[in-house]
């Protein structure tokens, strides 16, 4: 993609460590899931959370197929099926009534569809759906990320960004979100690839990284 291509060369230009990263890790591969809604972004963000991924995938696939006339449960069914059904699935209760919550905002209107939601500035959707049981401004900018594609996301809060951040300059500690938000300000506007490439480095050895 040409644009991700651009977003490498950016990053590379501005800073010598992600130059290096770059050239060990090669091109960037973010890539966006355009057939979600956001509710079912959303939906998916809840349920895996504290959860390792493929339990979080079990769990969902048995509620999915709960709906075998859908692909993926519309909010009216997934709010009229038994509460007993979908527990039984392996959903906690806090993690039902996040997703309930979600559903009935949906119908409501508040959570947008993907038509209206591309309209509407980052900030406005992370207020908007922050509103939300369970939902917090990270897995809002995961919705920003992989599902809108928006291309200047950094999320500060997250622990591998911020430990691919630590790795890539070598630090004894993490710097704060508040930090790394500052320091961020000089990837814009490529800030959703530079998470990438950082979350990369958070899964290498540090004597890799900018080797």
Same mark, same amino acid.
């Given at each position: ?5 651009? #977003? @490498?060369? $950016? /990053? %590379? ?6 130059? *290096? ?7 960037? !591969? ?44 519309? #909010? @009216?069914? $997934? /709010? %009229? ?6 527990? *039984? ?7 039902? !009534? ?47 990320? $992989? ?65």
């Amino acid at each position: 993609m040409p644009a991700l291509k651009q #977003a @490498d060369r $950016f /990053l %590379a230009d501005r800073d010598p460590d992600f130059a *290096a990263l770059i050239a060990h890790v090669g091109s960037s !591969r973010l890539t966006i899931d355009t057939s979600r809604e956001p509710y079912q972004a959303l939906m998916n963000a809840v349920a895996h959370q504290q959860l390792h991924g493929n339990a979080a995938k079990a769990i969902l696939g048995r509620v999915v197929a709960l709906f075998p006339d859908h692909p993926f449960p519309p #909010a @009216d069914l $997934f /709010l %009229a099926h038994p509460e007993d059904a979908l527990r *039984a699935c392996g959903l906690s209760a806090a993690k039902l !009534r996040a997703m309930r919550d979600i559903a009935e905002k949906t119908v409501s209107g508040l959570v947008p569809s993907r038509a209206s939601a591309v309209r509407l500035e980052n900030e406005a959707l992370i207020e908007r759906l922050t509103s939300l049981r369970g939902v917090g401004r990270w897995t809002v900018e995961m919705l920003l990320i $992989f599902s809108l594609g928006r291309p200047d996301v950094l999320p500060i809060d997250d622990f591998g960004v911020r430990e691919g951040y630590r790795k890539l300059k070598k630090l004894e500690a993490q710097p704060k979100p508040k930090a790394l938000g500052e320091i961020g300000q000089a990837w814009s506007p490529y800030r959703s690839t530079a998470a990438w490439y950082l979350w990369r480095a958070s899964e290498i050895k540090a004597s890799d990284v900018n080797s």
